[in-house]
T-cell receptor, first 113, second 114 residues
Framework: DADVTQTPRNRITKTGKRIMLECSQTKGHDRMYWYRQDPGLGLRLIYYSFDVKDINKGEISDGYSVSRQAQAKFSLSLESAIPNQTALYFC????????????FGEGSRLTVL | QKEVEQNSGPLSVPEGAIASLNCTYSDRVSQSFFWYRQYSGKSPELIMSIYSNGDKEDGRFTAQLNKASQYVSLLIRDSQPSDSATYLCAVNSAGGTSYGKLTFGQGTILTVHP
């Protein structure tokens, strides 16, 4: 089983619908991150969390919200999806400190029609 | 100015050549630097990390860091077709409200042709 699991892996939805992407991890890491990837733009940070009570906005948080339900779970919500939120979304975890690597989930491909 | 910028691609090199990937960053207090490789349709995976000025070698990969110039690079020697992928530079912010934030560049697509 994967250490970082994202669900769903693929989702097609319509404009205005509420969507939740879920992420769970078994690595025991404190830090969790949500990124989106668009062609030619690399990975852009949406939100990150150091623990259940510490959530921070990234570069592109507008239109998104998150919930850290437990150390192992970090969900990303789109309250009212729009077409330009069509992208590949990655959840990642990291141990404490600034030298550790990110461990990524397999990604969730979201299409908003 | 973007926080992390990579040299524009795509980059194409012949098999056996040296591939050079470059990255600049804007936050002077950044302390940790990473190179990730991403194959098409897959998640990024870490290939190199570097924290102090100079070179760090790991097999065919060498990371170079120059904090004064705010520049980090990755050299791939004896490039192989299996090195064909997107390479992502990532920089960790060290201070203030951005502590622990890991920012990526836009990626450079590398193609190694036989």
């Amino acid at each position: 089983d994967a250490d970082v699991t994202q669900t769903p892996r693929n989702r097609i939805t319509k404009t205005g619908k509420r969507i939740m992407l879920e992420c769970s991890q078994t690595k025991g890491h404190d830090r969790m991150y949500w990124y989106r990837q668009d062609p030619g733009l690399g990975l852009r940070l949406i939100y990150y969390s150091f623990d259940v009570k510490d959530i921070n906005k990234g570069e592109i948080s507008d239109g998104y919200s998150v919930s850290r339900q437990a150390q192992a779970k970090f969900s990303l919500s789109l309250e009212s999806a729009i077409p330009n939120q069509t992208a590949l979304y990655f959840c990642a975890t990291r141990d404490r400190g600034n030298t550790g690597e990110l461990f990524f989930g397999e990604g969730s491909r979201l299409t908003v029609l | 100015q973007k926080e992390v910028e990579q040299n524009s691609g795509p980059l194409s090199v012949p098999e056996g050549a040296i591939a050079s990937l470059n990255c600049t960053y804007s936050d002077r207090v950044s302390q940790s630097f990473f190179w990730y490789r991403q194959y098409s349709g897959k998640s990024p995976e870490l290939i190199m990390s570097i924290y102090s000025n100079g070179d760090k070698e790991d097999g065919r990969f060498t990371a170079q860091l120059n904090k004064a110039s705010q520049y980090v690079s990755l050299l791939i020697r004896d490039s192989q077709p299996s090195d064909s992928a997107t390479y992502l530079c990532a920089v960790n912010s060290a201070g203030g409200t951005s502590y622990g934030k890991l920012t990526f560049g836009q990626g450079t697509i590398l193609t190694v042709h036989p």
